[in-house]
């Protein structure tokens, strides 16, 4: 019944440090997609999952990035040493599967990191 | 190279006013999905409109209605009659087959209806 949900939604942290952002996605949504949202711009793709697995991380802008999903639900992406410019509102969507013609993606309120 | 823009930045009316925000792409795909997405301040995208690129028909739906153009690439979005409640950002984005689960996004247009 629910919308894709996020935690937190807010999140400051000092440089160097770790973080894990969580998405819930609708419950049945084999696909889920993650993206990050800089101040003022559009989004940008970070990674997508189909099922567990993620076909494609091209989007994930260092070594310091990963993510995973378990039991084709919840999805972490975790950011290890922080760094100021990962300051962003990371947003997760999911669809009911991959192949984005007629599949919508939904997205949840988003995680706004602050690193200071 | 696949790119969306979204020139205006910025767009400022007085309630009643119409509203038409451009957006332009450039793929080599044939085959592609063009969609826009309202992010009101709360923060969360909310999907508008849908079309593919094989289906030049321009429709209306309430309030909005837009104009699709493959001869130019162009995917312009016109909301009638504005109301303070669509002040928010408007994001032009695409799907294109070669990565079919992608959305690419414009920068988005920050719209500011007036009372």
């Known amino acids: 019944g629910a919308g894709v949900s996020q935690s937190p939604s807010n999140k400051v942290t000092e440089k160097g440090k770790d973080v894990e952002l969580r998405c819930d996605p609708i419950?049945?949504?084999?696909?889920l997609y993650w993206y990050r949202q800089r101040l003022g711009q559009g989004l940008e793709f970070l990674i997508y999952?189909?099922?567990?697995?993620?076909?494609?991380k091209s989007g994930l802008p260092s070594d310091r990035f990963s993510a995973e999903r378990t039991g084709e639900s919840v999805s972490t992406l975790t950011i290890q040493r922080t760094q100021q410019e990962d300051s962003a509102v990371y947003l997760c969507?999911?669809?009911?599967?991959?192949?984005?013609?007629?599949?919508?993606?939904?997205f949840g309120p988003g995680t706004r990191l602050t690193v200071l | 190279a696949q790119k969306v823009t979204q020139a205006q930045t910025e767009i400022s009316v007085v309630e009643k006013e119409d509203v038409t925000l451009d957006c332009v792409y450039e793929?080599?795909?044939?085959?592609?999905?063009l969609f826009w997405y309202k992010q009101p301040p709360s923060g969360e995208l909310v999907f508008l409109i849908r079309?593919?690129?094989?289906?030049?028909q321009n429709e209306i739906s309430g309030r909005y209605s837009w104009n699709f153009q493959k001869s130019t690439s162009s995917f312009n979005f016109t909301i009638t009659a504005s109301q303070v409640v669509d002040s928010a950002v408007y994001f032009c984005?695409?799907?294109?087959?070669?990565?079919?689960?992608?959305?690419?996004f414009g920068a988005g247009t920050t719209v500011t209806v007036r009372a």
């Open positions: 969507a999911s669809s009911l599967v991959s192949g984005g013609a007629y599949n919508e993606q939904f």
């Open positions: 419950s049945g949504h084999t696909a």
């Open positions: 999952f189909q099922g567990n697995s993620a076909p494609d």
């Open positions: 793929t080599r795909d044939t085959t592609y999905y």
């Open positions: 079309r593919n690129s094989f289906d030049e």
């Open positions: 984005a695409l799907i294109f087959l070669s990565n079919d689960y992608k959305l690419s």
